[in-house]
């Protein structure tokens, strides 16, 4: 008999009084193996499994100092509380949850109006899982678009030419799913030292009569910079006015900036106040302060949104439009975040969002300071701080070698490659979030300053190299290695 078999006949044995008054670290059962590739035969006491797989999780990093990931890490205990009172419910039974579809509708609401959306013109929105369904959503809205005016206009849809979409290098990796998934040509305007976002001088040389649309990104992953979408609005405007049968319009990828710019930049021009943006996602769960699961896309019209991207369901003895991809799914977090919306309001999304945003420039000007350093984002838009070595900072050590000595620390800072065409140029990023607070960033600046005099004193590191390969990192689902010959044979020669 194996070890599972005889500590589950233990706890078979035990009745309710033995059960809790043995420690858990001293029953059988903790000492046991939890289950790898085959159930295990019984059923474990409930505490013990809990302290188990909590005990299992533990040694992993704390996710506070996680500086990589844009997902919230903090939220409320209230708020918790009533996300895991609703996690039973299906946000696709609109029907059967009718008040927590009247929640959604809500926050597609508020939401359409911090981006300008005129009630006039009947916008129309759904949350999705995330950015990335939004994303995609945004992306078959402008394919479905483009496939009606193509047609009437006498394109030849249906020829070897794909239809294609305009973005910029520093795209997230979703839009190249969506693009390979719906067979889409990418068309990637490069990203220059100068051209740290989408370049305006060239990016129409990229459209054509297949070109779906443009996407701009509110806040690129790599260095946290906005797209200028006012001037590719008035880019758009000129192409149009001269190609009235096709014109062309933008989807703002908001992920990162949709839900912080209405706060701290309301006079920014990004949005719907723009004639030719018709679409726009956010990450509920990047700075729209809830935990991860939970994006939003709105079109500014219901002619921004073609008919065949509509589904109707029923609710409350009526039809609903749906239009996301996913269907079964918990609620929970559209109810976590119509919480967080209706809990700060928007003076209290402000005040976190601008002391989120004093702390990462706090921590930008002491990056600047100590003269390594140079800087490709200094939380200019959001609480991003970007940064690589300057090519005279005369060090033996690699970004890699700095972050992996944070790692130390419990500090996930990544360094990786940027990306085509600056993928010589090896950065390290902070993504600031509202956990994130200032006695946190002082400790991490103590830290940075520590491990770099570690870092200068030691013998053996990976040398001062922009190659080098990154196995720390996977930045955005790419692939990891972007390695030179020159750095690989300085590797073998280590």
Not at 345 to 366: P, S
Request: proline content about 4%; glycine content about 8%.
């Amino acid at each position: 008999m194996d070890k599972q078999s005889t500590t589950s006949k233990i706890l078979e044995n035990m009745d309710e009084g033995t059960r809790y008054l043995t420690p858990i670290f001293g029953s059988e059962a903790s000492d046991a193996q939890m289950p790898l590739m085959k159930m295990n035969d019984k059923p474990v006491e409930p505490r013990i499994a809990y302290e188990m797989i909590k005990e299992y999780l533990s040694i992993e990093g704390n996710a506070t100092q996680n500086l990589t990931t844009f997902c919230q890490t903090y939220m409320e205990p209230m708020a918790t509380k009533i996300m895991a009172e609703t996690m039973e419910k299906n946000a696709i039974d609109k029907d059967e949850y009718p008040m927590t579809a009247d929640l959604e509708n809500r926050c597609v609401a508020m939401i359409g109006d911090l981006w300008h959306a005129d009630p006039n013109e009947q916008p129309m929105g759904t949350s999705t899982v995330g950015s990335s369904e939004a994303c995609m959503l945004g992306g078959l809205g402008m394919l479905f678009r483009w496939k009606k005016l193509a047609a009437a206009a006498g394109v030849d849809i249906y020829s070897a030419t794909r239809p294609n979409l305009v973005i910029s290098s520093g795209y997230q990796v979703c839009w190249e799913k969506f693009c390979r998934y719906w067979d889409i040509e990418m068309r990637l305007v490069p990203l220059e030292k100068d051209h740290l976002s989408l370049n305006m001088d060239t990016v129409m040389s990229y459209v054509d009569d297949y070109t779906i649309g443009i996407t701009a990104i509110l806040g690129i992953t790599y260095t946290g910079k906005f797209d200028d979408v006012k001037k590719l609005d008035e880019l758009v405007e000129t192409y149009n006015q001269e190609h009235p049968k096709l014109p062309i319009r933008i989807h703002v990828d908001g992920a990162s900036g949709g839900m912080f710019a209405p706060f701290v930049e309301p006079d920014l021009e990004w949005d719907f106040r723009l004639k030719n943006v018709w679409s726009i996602n956010c990450s509920g769960h990047k700075y729209g302060l809830v935990y991860p699961g939970i994006g939003w896309v709105v079109w500014r019209s219901k002619e921004a949104l073609p008919e065949d991207l509509i589904f109707w369901v029923s609710y409350l003895g009526g039809e609903e439009a749906t239009m996301a991809i996913n269907f079964s799914r918990s609620a929970s977090q559209i109810v976590g975040q119509y919480y967080v919306l209706m809990r700060n309001g928007f003076e209290g999304f402000r005040e976190i969002q601008e002391r989120t945003l004093d702390v990462a420039r706090y921590l930008a000007a002491e990056i600047k300071d100590m003269g390594m350093f140079e800087l490709y984002e200094d939380a200019g838009h959001i609480p991003i701080v970007c940064w690589g070595l300057k090519e005279d900072a005369d060090v033996a050590w690699s970004l890699y070698d700095l972050s992996d000595r944070l790692r130390m620390n419990g500090w996930l800072v990544p360094a990786y490659p940027m990306p085509a065409d600056l993928q010589e140029t090896t950065v390290q990023r902070v993504v600031a979030r509202q956990d994130f607070s200032m006695q946190l960033c002082v400790k991490l600046v103590e830290d940075i300053k520590k491990e770099i005099d570690t870092l200068s004193k030691a013998r053996f590191v990976t040398g001062n190299t922009q190659g080098v390969i990154n196995t720390g990192f996977d930045h955005g689902g790419r692939s990891a290695a972007s390695v030179s010959g020159k750095t690989e044979d300085a590797a073998k020669a280590k």
